[in-house]
């Protein structure tokens, strides 16, 4: 509307000023009728001049009106191009009226408002720089190694230390298939990615594996545990996060640890052979000794081989702390072995005034096992039987029998019984019943042995006891393979390296 | 029954060689001895013997060293003479190393007397 009066107006004005020169000649024609001359209207001298001093005005009103039209435009011109550059404050008409002045106004507002958005979304996005920042040096500052995944398996995101502990370079890593970036022994990292296939969408779950051998690029290897953790729905579309921690450090540090319980035991060991083999030695030789005195070296002796059965406790528990029990399992003969075991422990039952029994059928497959960890077992639950049960009275029985595919033996006495509280905690490591009231010596170490030797061979130890009835030990393990059975008189062995109590012999069995 | 049986000793500590041999010489093995793996090498070359009894930790050649060296690099050397390692180190490496080293016995002192070994002797040689 407004434009139009603009229109009107302008019109009105230049119609005007084209009037000027019809004006001007005709007032001249008039006054020269009245004067009576003859109008003379040389074109030249009258009418050129007059309609040029008619047109000029017109001209440089249009230029004026024309400039009157732009100025605006090209204050909003300029106004936009600096808004363009992100000048915000740039004014564009705040005086005047019309119409160039009300875009002028709206577009000020258009920029204010643009101006506060914009640095609202300044100040958001400083705030998850900052956010991100601080992930970022969190992230890779860890010296755990960080991959997140896809669904594909691919990697997505991943720190310093997960580059560095692979040796790869981050161009290396980027967008790789995981078990391309992390190859373990034995291909351990195809387990860990068919595990994280076949988790995918069934909710969170998480996945531990220990002491994997690492082989990095530059064909070193790292011992790490690795956790993979599946998300679920994640909106970032992370479908997994496996982290992995560098042992090699502390694994070095355990083998130093137990090379030294090693070369202790050695030396703890020679000592104790002297006094074992001289108190052999005196005990064989020594002739007119009196009945006490006899009894004496009997006592010795006992207590010399109770010496020898802790230290070997003691190491044999640091062998499985770190797993270095070294199991060899081959197949045993199982009813020679518990004879040798009867016929061992029946001299230290009969030195503490105990009765020993032996119930088992005259005919048993073999078994597969470490011999010399399952004597262990025996000598173990055969000492703590002795042990609780009272002299004279005292009966310890040793009973062997077949369980669908299992071989079951167990360790029965007539002694105090276990409370039923302390049952549960019986097969932990240092525990003891009634530890200050005890008479009976020991560690609190044999059971746990018993049990960590059970478990390796894939069995079960349990026990059943009554207090003032006595107790029964059992344990169970899978029987072997073979079909061979062993009888009484057969007395080979299937092995050809027979693992003894106090090591090996080839082809020959030790006792 | 042992007759003339003949057993090399190689063992630095001379209490506990002197206590086994006690105990062997009893039974009527001809049994000599060596103080350190090189004087044990020698002996070993020199003469015949039915067992060499060998212990591992002693100073400059250890008992694995002179047990490959007997048996050789085709492990076959000194076929007609057992060797059976008597040591107080339990470690299964070490244990291992010796079966490898074609070694006929390997056996931790402390876990048995002097009258088990003989026992042990008597089924070998």
Avoid at chain 1, 472 to 485: E, N
Wanted: with cysteine; net charge negative; proline share 3%.
């Amino acid at each position: 509307m407004k434009s139009q009066r603009y229109l009107r107006q302008s019109l009105a004005l230049f119609f005007i000023v084209s009037l000027i020169p019809a004006l001007v000649v005709a007032a001249i024609w008039y006054v020269n009728s009245l004067t009576g001359s003859t109008p003379d209207l040389d074109f030249e001298v009258y009418v050129l001049p007059i309609m040029i001093l008619g047109i000029l005005p017109a001209i440089i009103l249009s230029f004026l009106f024309a400039e009157l039209l732009a100025r605006p435009v090209r204050r909003i011109h300029a106004a936009v191009q600096e808004l363009a550059k992100g000048n915000f404050k740039a004014q564009f008409q705040t005086h005047g009226a019309g119409e160039f002045a009300e875009i002028g106004l709206a577009l000020d507002a258009v920029a204010l408002r643009l101006q506060d958005t914009l640095s609202q979304s300044a100040s958001e996005i400083s705030v998850i720089e900052s956010e991100r920042g601080k992930l970022h040096s969190v992230l890779n500052s860890m010296t755990d190694g960080v991959f997140a995944l896809d669904h594909a398996g691919r990697i997505i995101l991943f720190n310093k230390a997960a580059s560095d502990l692979t040796g790869r370079t981050i161009a290396e890593v980027a967008g790789q298939l995981a078990e391309k970036v992390m190859p373990f022994r034995s291909h351990g990292e195809l387990v860990m990615t068919r595990w994280l296939a076949s988790q995918y969408g069934t909710g969170h779950k998480v996945g531990d594996w220990q002491g994997l051998e690492l082989y990095r690029a530059d064909g070193a290897s790292l011992y790490v545990d690795v956790q993979a953790v599946v998300l679920n729905n994640d909106p970032n579309g992370i479908a997994a996060l496996i982290t992995f921690h560098d042992l090699t450090k502390t694994r070095q540090l355990e083998e130093m640890k137990i090379d030294f319980v090693a070369l202790a035991a050695h030396e703890l060991r020679t000592p104790l052979t002297e006094i074992k083999g001289y108190l052999d030695i005196l005990n064989t030789e020594a002739k007119g000794l009196s009945k006490s005195n006899k009894e004496f070296l009997h006592r010795t002796i006992t207590a010399a081989d109770q010496l020898g059965g802790l230290m070997r406790n003691l190491l044999n528990v640091s062998r499985i702390e770190h797993g270095e029990l070294g199991f060899q399992p081959v197949l045993i003969n199982y009813l020679e072995f518990i004879q040798d075991i009867e016929l061992e422990m029946r001299e230290t039952a009969i030195q503490q005034h105990r009765k020993l029994r032996l119930v088992m059928p005259n005919i048993l497959p073999p078994v597969k096992g470490d011999a010399s960890a399952l004597r262990e077992v025996m000598v173990n639950l055969v000492n703590n039987a002795l042990a609780h049960t009272s002299p004279e009275s005292g009966q310890v029985t040793i009973s062997v029998e077949i369980v669908q595919n299992e071989i079951q033996t167990s360790v029965a006495d007539n002694g105090t019984g276990i409370p039923a509280d302390a049952i549960p905690n019986l097969f932990t490591k240092f525990y003891r019943v009634n530890e200050m009231k005890s008479s009976t010596r020991g560690t609190g170490l044999g059971l746990y042995i018993c049990k960590s030797i059970v478990d390796a061979h894939g069995g079960h130890i349990w026990v059943e006891s009554a207090e003032g009835k006595g107790s029964t030990f059992s344990f169970r393990i899978p029987l072997g393979t073979v079909a061979s059975r062993h009888t009484r008189e057969d007395n080979k062995t299937t092995t050809t390296i027979s693992r003894g109590a106090h090591g090996w012999i080839k082809n020959h069995t030790v006792h | 029954m042992a007759g003339s049986k003949t057993i090399l000793f190689i063992e630095d500590d001379r209490p506990i060689a002197e206590m086994y041999s006690r105990v062997l010489e009893r039974e009527g093995y001809h049994v000599d001895f060596a103080y350190n793996g090189d004087e044990g090498l020698q002996k070993a070359r020199a003469k015949h013997y039915d067992l060499i009894l060998l212990d591992i930790m002693m100073p400059e050649k250890t008992g694995i060293e002179v047990l490959q060296d007997l048996r050789g690099e085709d492990g076959k050397g000194s076929p007609d003479t057992k060797i059976v390692i008597l040591t107080n180190l339990a470690q299964n490496k070490t244990s291992q190393e010796a079966l490898k080293s074609q070694a006929d016995g390997y056996i931790i002192k402390a876990d048995i007397v002097p009258s088990q070994l003989a026992g042990i002797v008597a089924k070998l040689i």
